[in-house]
């Protein structure tokens, strides 16, 4: 019964790995400040236990063959092989689960397939990460992958001390066979295993402690690798594409806010610009002095949501007017962004020059072919900086930026249309000058971050006040998405998306400075709100739902991995597409609009697809 032992042997090795993984998981998310006790500890490892052993047999099913094939041959290469292959996979393992730790403490999720495409951009992953963080992790993965290695050599040092008859071979082999498909199913139900089986709490964040990485991964990259739109596809062709055109078949009544038929266009991106860091809509108080003054002195809208969760779908939003899609970018499609709607492009037609700024690299997840494709004339990004310059750890900081597309505009024609992205609010952080906040934990240092950007803004707005084009300038803030801090956000939570948007400048009508807009929507909606307001068709932008439309449909639609929300101006809702319920409903006695918010999905893939 040798080759039996060795198998179940080898079956606890890995789920004692995954074990202690999962208990690291959770001791890391607890000093991150994560909802969780100490003694909630034991239920993530019994719900866990059966994805674990799903995932030991995938991991082990070519173990099995080698160890039989060794038995029967003999043959030293195969030892050579069973090693190779296994010490191959412990490293994988142990890199895929401290990346893990990361990933989730910034993104809320799982790691994923679209995690994995930004390794095309390996470079800039490792900007999110400080320095402490980045070598004491390659300590951490070094020191776990030699102790593991070891004790895995220990556990299997006689294995190969094994003669079997053919007949005891092709026995042990069958009976470890019908384990190890009992193994992969997770047990003896009758549908294989999937997330459910961790789902035990009304806590997100313990049901993804007790979900194994490794297995949600491999799952997550067969469903990608099928056809997306099949995926998600809930309804009739038919059925779904009647009730996303209701969304936006509204009569037409629009608020004309702009004495200008033909104003200067300057949109102002803020990275990770949470409205809980806006002291005028309820957030934390004194880190944007200046956009609460904008909030103030020009036309704000209060309930506007950034589809995305990453900047690369914010570009697509703000200046394409697409939604953001789950597991994938669009940005990473040239082919598909080509055949995007353009917002810069309709203003050159208008005679409009048009121009984008960024202190960072613009080869990150495509954007300079996303850029190109939309036709900028002047395209701005680190490599245009002075050296000095680029202190931030992604590249200029915000004054600098600032500063640069000022210097332009002074010597641009009118109109023009131009875009500043800021980016010294993102991870790791890092500013040139000192904080009010303290730099103690991640809350304050994203505070003091925030702080910098609006500082920076300031000092932008101060100097071009001086500009002659200043009087015939609208500019649209906005930010490109939210953040779970500094208020220990639940990655599912709809306030994780709520950002701040202002028109301001003085070609906003005086009777609609220090006024609100309260419909829902999204920054995906800022295209057709623009083309409206000059005047202009916007019909190429049939995602895009005009957001001083009075007769409009209030929504926003929330992308996430595992999961859709959905606002509207009455009700709140998330709903798990796998487990097929409410990960939560406010208010809790309101009717869940399910069927607009899955047929709109369907619809976006189904173009997304398509493109």
Known sequence: MRLITNFLKLTIYWLLFFSIFRIIFFLFLQFNSANIQLNELPLTLLYGIRLDISATAYISALSLILLLLYVVTANNFIKKLFFTYNGIILFILILLHDSNLFLYRSWGVLINYRALT??????????????????????????????????????????????????????????????????????????????SAAAFSENITLNHIATNPAWHLGHNLNQTKSENAAFYKFYSNEFAEENVKKLFQTPVDIIPVLNNKRPNIVIIMLESFTADVVGAMGGEAGVSPTIDSLIHNGLSFRNIYSSGARTDQAFVAVLSGFPAQPNQSI???????????????????????????????????????????????????????????????????????????????????????????????????????????????????????????????????????????????????????????????????????????????????????????????????????????????????????????????????????????????????????????????????????TISAKSYLQKLYSTFSNL
Not at 154 to 178: E, M, P
Not at 469 to 492: C, E, M, Q
């Open 118 to 195: 930004f390794l095309a951009d390996w470079r800039q992953m490792f900007l999110s990460i400080n320095n402490f963080e980045l070598f004491g992790g390659i300590i951490f993965i070094t020191l776990l992958f030699l102790l593991a290695w070891f004790l895995f050599r220990k556990i299997t040092k006689h294995f190969f001390d094994i003669k079997l008859s053919i007949i005891q071979s092709l026995f042990q082999f069958t009976v470890t066979g019908i384990l190890l498909v009992i193994m992969f199913r997770g047990g003896l139900q009758m549908l294989p295993v999937n997330e």
């Open 331 to 593: 940005m990473r499609f040239p082919d598909k962004t080509a055949k995007l709607p353009s917002l810069p492009a309709e203003l050159r037609k208008q005679g409009y020059s048009t121009s984008f700024y960024y202190g960072g690299d613009l080869d990150f997840s495509n954007l300079n072919t996303y850029l190109v494709n939309l036709g900028f004339e002047q395209i701005t990004g680190k490599k245009k900086f002075k050296q000095k310059q680029l202190s931030a750890k992604w590249g200029a900081h915000d004054e600098f930026v600032f500063e640069k597309n000022l210097n332009d505009l002074n010597q641009t024609k009118e109109p023009f249309f131009s875009v500043v992205m800021t980016l010294s609010s993102h991870e790791p952080y890092d500013i040139p000058m000192k904080s009010p906040f303290g730099n103690e934990n991640p809350n304050e240092l994203f505070k003091g971050s925030a702080w910098y950007a609006d500082h920076s803004l300031r000092n932008y707005l101060t100097m071009a006040k001086r500009e002659p084009w200043f009087k015939n300038t609208l500019f649209v803030v906005v930010a490109d998405h939210g953040n779970k801090i500094p208020r220990d956000r639940s990655y599912y939570s709809h306030y994780i998306r709520h950002i701040p948007m202002v028109m301001a400048g003085n070609v906003v009508k005086n009777i609609y400075k220090n006024k609100n807009v309260y419909s829902t929507g999204s920054h995906h909606d800022i295209p057709a709100t623009l083309m409206h307001q000059l005047g202009l068709n916007a019909g190429m932008f049939n995602w895009s739902n005009d957001l001083l439309n009075r007769k409009r449909h209030g929504f926003a639609y929330l992308c996430m991995d595992d999961a859709e929300g959905w606002i509207t101006d009455s009700c709140t809702f998330v709903y798990d597409l796998s487990n097929k319920k409410f990960i939560y409903k406010r208010p809790y006695y309101a009717i869940a609009d």
